[in-house]
């Protein structure tokens, strides 16, 4: 995936790191040689074959090196010949030369034999790679490697780097640079590393104080051992910050598939066992619509949040015209007929799709996390859950509050015989409402695609959930439903860490039970009228 | 109670299938060879057991091209006991009472193996069982080509203690029998072998299907960050390891600082998973797709054939019922019958070709012998083999390292035919073992 980077200044290094000039190109091509010592079995001389090549100063190096990372580096068995793979799926396979890049038709995979490279030597072509991405333009790349660099320093790249810092114009990658040369030296017994260390709550600086502090020289292990307990102090509060944000990802994650069930369930009093399966339907839609839009995942999850709650809507509406109106007030059939399309749903995606669960692929701008500091760091793909799941609330109170539909709905449910007599078509009435929450809830879906599966059984993991968090929150309030949901998810990661998962849900769970027996009507009960109803 | 007019129909029926039986020589001049197929088609399971009833199928259908077993054609009867685990008593009970069938490929997870034990071995029938699992127990009626812990869990541990330098372990699982058994082995295997601390293993367990990872990956990075070189030993099951993998890559743990290596993670499960992010992760396995030999190039060539989808994978309880479909046949040429006592006896000592280039030959505790192999997973789902046992393991059914289990051996031939003997008392326990296994 890496894209080749400007070669000239990581070439300068290559001279630095050794002081080697390449003797002028002899004979056929210096490269087959190069690559030849690593086909090898032995790790050991494929990691000296690896360093032959960063020291070679051949200006295909990088590349190799990167395609050696990536596995794509293969040789092919009878001839010889080394090749590039470019695309590494299904039996054949499109391959280049990788001595000069030329396109090389296809090649059966039973013909090729990959390099293969183990974690070790993985870290060994990170760190050269890193270093070459030290001389690149751009600032971001600087501070990955530089970052990357971090603990991973040995006594030839001392040297090369003070030059790196010496000449380098953004002082976050020379902070991290001597940390990184901190690091190094306290390894060696250097006490006095430990004072620039001081205050880091970078994980590999830990782990360096940290086999610092078993040190056999009392003076270094009290040194570093004093230092931790200042970074422990740092991290105590940051990592509060961070449960605190686990809990409310987790609630946004129940207010999301709950929500649509507040409508539903909360407004309308239906019990729909099949809600799961309408968050399923909206996860499915955006795998479909990604593999629609092959290579541009971002857009397709973008479009998917409309098509999700279409797609959900209208199997809401089936669901309601086909199932529900025949069975209005009575909740135990209603129930009985909805868990049955559940399984109906389920059964259907699973022969007609396939019953293994389908790859969604995070856009990049999701992947990762954004750094708040060194000991704190939030998880992108669900900071946009979190951030989705309060548009989807807002959106919706929008709708209930505002809207000619949102008064409809309210009044149907408050005294459906006075709202006909007022001229509302209630049927209508009950037809859009479900649709509203059926298409919430493949909203829900299509935020779900991006933190948990998508397969037949998707559903079934938040249907209990949902209604517990409905339930909790007080029938019919969609604030409720919000507090409950954050509300569920912070108590949950707060005792996660000391009673585990099991138990932490188990606690959660009692605890509910508990209290709708002091509160039935849960935290917001409905007040007026129609709580009577 | 109307026993004339059930034998006249059968009369009636005799006369066209009779005639039928002269009309096509060779094959089908007496009844089929049922081969029952015991794997969920619906339910949580059917993610990993629908490929195993589809690769049973295949080998059925390749060796009725090649003129059936015995003279006799073989013919699958699929039952679906939908990840229901006292459904799959039910429905091995079926296969064998009503169907009578003469061998049962079958089951995923442990506690349906449990569930169906008890019928298979009232009613005498024969059940291979393909996937690996946590030992302490060996069956007459079962064979289990799977992986005990010590063709897998053990290897790994050993290879991550000696080659990769772990010094600090985290034992994740989901919450059932198999992660709390091999954790338990686990735990004793690192302390007495490696002198490991209590204090530098983490143990973890989370229920099926768990998708918020967020704490447990965040207390593993803390874990990880104490100096000494930390590896997660993960027994989670099925799909709950993508949004695992998921926030390991997002939580920035790649495998170079923490490696993760799997038990339950195969090229089957790597396909509902983008797989950049865990580049370098391991999983120990018997098999794995990217073995390059020439019978595992044929092997996936016939199953992209049979599935006509040219990116379906293969994995490794595939290829343990490739090796006991294989194993069963040769016992059955071997014993000139397909009678349950005559293979039973005649498949101990069997050796057939695996698929890593070596032979699998079943030993008298009813486990085979199996070569285990550490993977990196790659940018294709793929795993690439780092390093592979010298030769084959033998299955051990009742671990070394658990109190009560190491004095217990299984030989199932003739005259000792115990499955769980005591070597210290010199005795055929049987509850005692049911003891040892808890």
Known sequence: ?533 | MIPSSVYRTSRWLAVPLLSAAVATPALAQEDPIKVGILHSLSGTMAISETVLKDTVEMLIEQQNEKGGLLGRELEAVVVDPASDWPLFAEKARELLAQEEVDVIFGNWTSVSRKSVLPVVEELNGLLFYPVQYEGEESSENVFYTGAAPNQQAIPAVNYLHDRVGVERWVLAGTDYVYPRTTNKILEAYLQDEFGVAEEDIMINYTPFGHSDWQNIVSEIKDFGSQGKKTAVVSTINGDANVPFYRELGNQGINASDIPVVAFSVGEQELTGIDTAPLVGHLAAWNYFMSVDTDTNYDFIDAWIDYTGDEMAVTNDPMEAHYIGFNMWAEAVRKAGTTEVDAVKDAIIGVAVPNLTGGYAAMMPNHHITKPVLIGEIQDNGQFSIVWETPSTVAGDAWSDYLEGSRDLISDWRKPMECGNYNVVEGSCGGGQADAAAE
């Open chain 1, 1 to 533: 995936m890496r894209m080749i980077r400007s070669f000239v200044p990581g070439l300068l290094l290559l001279f630095l790191l050794v002081g080697f000039v390449p003797v002028a190109q002899a004979q056929d091509d210096p490269g087959q040689a190069l690559l030849e010592s690593l086909a090898t079995e032995s790790y050991a001389e494929k990691s000296e074959a690896i360093e032959a090549i960063i020291t070679s100063g051949d200006e295909r190096s990088r590349r190799w090196l990167e395609e050696l990372l990536d596995g794509k580096l293969q040789r092919h068995k009878d001839s010889g010949r080394f090749v590039i793979v470019v695309e590494n799926r299904g039996r054949s396979w499109p391959v280049i030369d990788a001595l000069s890049f030329d396109d090389a038709g296809e090649m059966s995979r039973r013909d090729l034999d990959r390099i293969g490279i183990n974690n070790a030597l993985r870290g060994q072509l990170q760190s050269a790679l890193a270093v070459l991405d030290l001389y690149t333009d751009d600032v971001d790349d600087r501070r990955e490697a530089a970052r990357e660099l971090l603990g991973s320093m040995d006594a030839t790249l001392v040297e090369p780097l003070r030059e790196v810092i010496a000449d380098e114009g953004d002082a976050e990658v020379r902070r991290l640079l001597e940390q990184g040369l901190a690091i190094h030296r306290l390894s060696e017994g250097d006490i006095d590393a430990i004072a620039e260390l001081e205050g880091s709550l970078n994980s590999r600086v830990r782990a360096a104080l940290n086999s610092a502090a078993r040190s056999d020289d009392p003076l270094i292990a009290d040194a570093a051992s004093a230092a931790l307990d200042d970074i422990e102090q740092k991290r105590r509060l940051n990592s509060g910050l961070e449960t605190l944000y686990f809990g409310l990802s987790l609630g946004s994650v129940l207010v999301l598939a709950a929500i649509g069930l507040a409508i539903t369930f909360g407004v309308m009093g239906v019990i729909n066992m099949a809600h799961g399966e309408l968050i399923m339907l909206g996860a499915y839609t955006t795998w479909a619509m990604q593999q629609l839009l092959p290579g541009q995942p971002g857009l397709a999850l973008v479009l998917s949040i409309p098509a999700g709650f279409l797609v959900a809507a209208l199997a809401g509406i089936a669901i309601e015209r086909g199932v529900i109106q025949f069975l209005k007030g009575r909740p135990l059939e209603t129930l009985l007929a909805t868990f049955g399309v559940s399984l109906i749903l389920q059964q259907l995606v699973r022969t007609v799709i396939s019953p293994q669960n389908r790859t969604v692929v995070s856009p990049d701008w999701m992947s990762g996390s954004l750094m708040i500091n060194e000991g704190l760091s939030l998880t992108l793909n669900r900071l946009f859950v979190l951030g989705f799941a309060l548009v989807v609330f807002a959106g919706l109170m929008l709708v209930m509050r505002r809207t000619r539909l949102g008064l409809e709905v309210r009044a149907v449910t408050q005294n459906r015989a006075m709202a006909r007599a007022m001229g509302i078509r209630a049927t209508r009435v009950d037809i859009m409402t479900f649709a509203l929450g059926s298409g919430v809830a493949g909203l829900a879906g299509v935020a779900l695609s991006q933190l948990t599966n998508v397969g037949p059984n998707l559903g079934q993991n938040y249907i209990i959930d949902s209604f517990m968090v409905v339930v909790f929150g007080g029938v019919g309030n969609l604030w409720g439903t919000l507090v409950a949901g954050l509300s569920l998810g912070v108590i949950n990661q707060v005792l996660e860490p000391w009673a585990g998962a099991v138990l932490a849900k188990i606690i959660v769970l009692v605890f509910i039970i508990l209290f709708i027996q002091k509160r039935p009507r849960g935290l917001f009960p409905q007040k007026g009228r129609a709580a009577e109803g």
